[in-house]
């Protein structure tokens, strides 16, 4: 099976692998993005995009892809759909498995697999994902203003996120499947003190209903009662998986979620393995600033193959 | 003279203020941004920007300033002209004093001031910018494709540039005021290797000259000599200064060229004061990881307010 080296190859081609992407092709760099699906990555599943910097009447996840891609283009990236099975970090010059059996090297590389949202795995979760099936409130709460929305989860996002829910909706139904919140006690007071807040405790959801929207949740309670709840709208905030399953994470030093932690310039614990955007170790998920982290990363490989003798 | 409390003040509207402005009134916070010029800050002197994800025809520095605005207007941006002078961060109430006289007061407190780049403050400097003037040789190398540029400085930015630009110019001069170069070893013997870039040492550019773009550069050697340089393009990269006059740089713990250091979240020194874009103490500083560190700023805001008792 062949084997094909570059100076850098991108492991991802979402928004931090395609600015990546962009700066690497634009610096002529000798490099390859390697993506496995669609380019994209996550911001695809994304409807409607609002808070991307530079589209003041926001823009479709489908539509921002398309034009990331178009512009690394224009500066003649070089990109390769394989899926990348394994790596091992363990030399100087970094070897990647694709599932193809062909394998690729390189000397610097830069990792931007990106995460996904963990699902309550339900019937009507997939078909309604983008029409009332939300996995991030600080992207999507303004579109539900004055509407009624459920919260699922019971850790501190969900918790805080369900009171920025209520800014915009007119009631959030916080529904938690223990009989208890794990968010820290000032998030859960404030929570209990917003009028705006109801709970259903011990609960889990077992079926989002709706034609061309949510309209509707089936409920099953731990004591066996099945109920529904009318809702136009549900978060679903239970936490989010990095996709690190070809990762060597003990030489990436993962921290306990599977993310890999990074200094504030991409940099990995393996020198030339920089980290950009969700599968970083760190607070804040968003396209901007998973975009930010893919131009600092190439940056950071390039001051790194500068410095190899 | 009046005090005007709000949760959130962001200081500066360049890319980082501008995206944290979003992002706050997005979410509905108490804010207020304060912008002394034009909103947009150093993007408003950048003639074409190729390099911001989403645009892949590029997009001028005025119309993406122009987008960005509009955009947080949208969500009901707080946004007050006025320029801060000084700043007490003792307290947890941050208090801040306008040139007006007037004063404003905040819990937390993003700072997005910005930089400049270093100029040579010669004749036709300012007037040829982005017309044939750069500061960034990562954002306008693409533009100088076979043509011969001059690189003005000697540490390691511009001796790496002068490198970088030769992949798309056909010919670079690195003039030097000073007899070697300040640059890591390495990084001078590359630039020595390459046969596309020659050295003028002991040399000052002392104006640069054209009708609608550089023509050439009047030089003068410390010997006295003058003489010109016939070139379509400069890169003075003579190093960046930190918009930082009204900051207590000693409470920020600011870096030797007083710059703000930050972690990974940019969070600064001193409780509730977030710093993002080039007034960060960082390596990279580029459009697009701005508008990424403002949005991640507010959410450390945001986590910051909710711990507040």
Tied chains: 1, 2.
């Excluded at 760099?29 to 695809?44: I, R």
């Excluded at 990436?252 to 970083?280: H, K, N, S």
Aim: proline share 4%.
């Amino acid at each position: 099976m062949a084997t094909t080296h570059h100076t850098l190859i991108i492991v991802g081609g979402g928004p931090a692998g395609l600015t990546a992407g962009l700066y690497a092709a634009r610096a002529r760099m000798d490099h390859l993005l390697v993506e496995k699906g669609a380019e994209g990555g996550q911001v695809l599943l994304t409807d409607w995009i609002d808070n991307y910097p530079g589209f003041p009447e926001g823009i479709s996840g489908f539509e921002l892809a398309e034009k990331m891609t178009a512009q690394a283009k224009r500066f003649e990236l070089n990109s390769l759909f394989g899926n990348v099975v394994s790596m091992d970090l363990s030399s100087p010059i970094k070897r990647l498995e694709l599932e193809s059996g062909d394998s690729l090297s390189c000397d610097a590389l830069i990792i931007t697999t990106g995460a996904r949202p963990r699902g309550l795995g339900v019937p009507g979760e997939k078909e309604l994902t983008g029409k009332g099936v939300s996995y991030c409130a600080t992207c999507d709460a303004p579109f539900y203003r004055n509407l009624h929305v459920a919260v699922i989860g019971g850790g501190n996002t969900a918790v805080q996120e369900a009171a920025h829910l209520t800014k915009f909706a007119d009631k959030v139904t916080l529904i938690h499947r223990r009989d208890e919140l794990r968010a820290t006690k000032i998030v859960q007071e404030k929570a209990f003190a917003n009028t705006k807040i109801d709970f259903i405790w011990d609960t889990n959801v077992t079926a989002i209903e709706g034609k061309d929207g949510v309209e509707q949740l089936r409920l099953l309670n731990t004591n066996g009662e099945e109920s529904t709840l009318q809702v136009e709208g549900i978060f679903i905030l239970i936490g989010v998986m990095p996709n690190n399953e070809m990762l060597p994470l003990t030489d990436l030093a993962a921290d306990q979620g599977g993310f890999i932690p990074t200094d504030c310039e991409t940099r990995t614990a393996v020198p030339g393995v920089m980290a950009a955007g969700d599968i970083r170790s760190k607070e804040v998920r968003q396209v901007i600033n998973a975009a930010g982290e893919g131009a600092t990363a190439v940056l950071a490989a390039e001051n790194y193959l500068t410095n190899l003798s």
